[in-house]
């Protein structure tokens, strides 16, 4: 009660603090353009991961009416698809039958490397009976929807009891937290090398966040984003699970390359088969083994060389429910995107899992404030969520929504911007010029709307129709 009230008579202060951050937008980026000392959250250096054209040919963004035909996500379902996914066994074929309960590790500290998670040489387990009788009631399913539980707690009359989460062949106890081993069992067996896989199981019920990183080999930001994010968790203050997969495409990681061993777009063979290409299998083996354990999934990017963006998000704002989980990131623009199938956030939304993609910087670099925004942000999701208390923030998130449109160079040659990111634009306004070496000719870019840049091609030579701005007009929420 007190929060609430403390909440109200804050809000007017944090309103007058956003608005003159975003004031001060074009002058920050005026002066820095690596910004890499700018603790402004929602203004850094980006590049974009999902392609212009996924964005492109999204559906358009649908007004008003919350609407449930797609049935798989609304409010009720949710709450099944939750009890479910606590004692889910997602793919009998895929998952390794045999469950040891899995060490409590303190993440802080060095761990011995996970093994894989074949099936061992069974030890019979007695905390599976802790995990039966743990089995959540529609009650507890309930409470785990429920983002406001944590300051209504006068309603509950009994605790709810937080269950094990069996996966990957272990059992994670409540308020323990510990490593397992994904391994895609694509790879010459003797010379597998499994993938690590973080969790947190919190000591009170509440929703499973999964958080999956490097899905592209070269993107490291989102690496340092989940280390951050799942090693400041405490498991006894938790509720909730944090699954946190850091480096989803080793291979590709540790070439530097965006891509797997076989040259394919792991991000593009969602959610998988059996049966298919290596990217096929190992896309399939991802998804039955950890992303059918999540509620929520936050897949973090960064983006091709050579474009930079604000920090965003994209996300299917169609979707009421993944529109209301955008609601939780912290002064993050959010632009509307369907994805296209075999997109990780795609296939999991498919599979009624609420999903956004978070794309933060560009690739093979490390960019602090890249980091620090992306951490902050995944912190508010967890605290609008419930799973956790942060006492030092008031007032509810604030992202920014946006409808976007790339522009693009008419003519090859070598870009020149004249505007900087997050400045705002008005329409006809040149942004930069394609200047051919050869014949001198000079070709304004101009605005084709009113908006603000949220990305951007850094200088360098083009190609006509290259997408060279990405321009975003303020929308509303649907439904709002
Ligand atoms: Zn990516």
Redesign the pocket.
Same mark, same amino acid.
Request: charged share 30%; hydrophobic share 10%.
């Given at each position: 009660m007190l929060y609430r009230w403390l909440t109200h008579l804050f809000r007017a202060g944090l309103i007058f603090t956003l608005t003159g951050s975003l004031v001060s937008i074009p002058a920050v980026y005026a002066n820095k353009s690596d910004g890499s000392d700018n603790t402004e959250m929602l203004v850094a250096e980006l590049a974009e991961?999902e392609s212009v054209e996924d964005v492109e040919h999204s559906e358009p963004l649908r007004s008003s009416e919350p609407k449930n035909d797609s049935g798989k996500m609304d409010t009720a379902q949710t709450s099944d698809e939750k009890s479910a996914s606590q004692d889910k066994t997602p793919d009998s074929t895929a998952e390794p039958a045999v469950e040891e309960v899995a060490p409590n590790v303190d993440l802080k500290e060095v761990a011995p490397p996970p093994k894989p998670a074949e099936p061992a040489e069974s030890e019979p387990s007695e905390p599976k009976e802790t995990a039966d009788q743990s089995k959540p009631t529609a009650q507890e399913a309930d409470a785990a929807t429920d983002e406001s539980g944590v300051e209504e707690p006068a309603e509950v009359t009994e605790p709810q009891k937080a269950t094990s989460l069996k996966m990957l062949g272990a059992e994670v106890l409540p308020g323990t937290s510990t490593r397992l081993a994904w391994s895609p069992a694509i790879q010459i067996a003797g010379l597998s090398q499994p993938t690590p896989v973080l969790v947190v199981n919190g000591s009170k019920p509440g929703p499973n966040l999964c958080l999956t990183g490097a899905? /592209?080999g070269d993107?490291l930001n989102g690496i340092e984003i989940i280390r951050r994010t799942m090693y400041d968790l405490e498991p006894d203050k938790l509720s909730g699970r944090v699954i946190g997969i850091p480096i989803v495409n080793l291979p590709g990681f540790q070439q530097g390359s965006?891509y797997l061993p076989d040259r394919r777009d792991l991000?593009r063979h969602f959610p998988g088969s059996t049966d298919g290409s290596l990217a096929d299998r190992i896309a399939h083996s991802l998804f039955e083994n950890v992303i059918r354990h999540c509620d929520m999934l936050v897949d973090i /990017?960064?983006?091709s060389l050579k474009r930079t963006n604000l920090p965003q998000l994209r996300a299917d704002m169609n979707n009421p429910e993944v529109a209301e989980l955008t609601r939780g990131f912290d002064r993050m623009a959010v632009v509307h995107s369907t994805g296209t199938t075999g997109m990780l956030r795609h296939a999991a939304v498919e599979a009624g899992i609420r999903s956004v993609t978070m794309e933060a910087g560009e690739?093979l670099r490390i960019q602090e404030h890249q980091i620090k925004a992306g951490v902050n942000s995944l912190t508010s999701l967890m605290d609008k969520e419930g799973m956790i208390s942060r006492m030092f923030v008031w007032g509810d998130p604030e992202p920014v929504y946006y409808d976007s449109e790339w522009i693009r160079a008419e003519h090859g040659g070598i870009l020149f911007s004249e505007t900087k990111l997050g400045a705002k634009v008005s329409e006809g306004e040149i942004l930069g010029y394609v200047s051919d070496p050869i014949t001198n000719a000079q070709h304004p870019i101009r605005a084709s709307s009113d908006g603000r840049i949220i990305g951007m091609a850094v200088d360098q030579v083009v190609m006509a129709g290259f997408a060279a701005y990405h321009v975003g007009t303020e929308a509303e929420v649907p439904g709002e």
């Open positions: 991961d899905v /592209h993107e965006r991000n /990017h960064t983006g690739s």
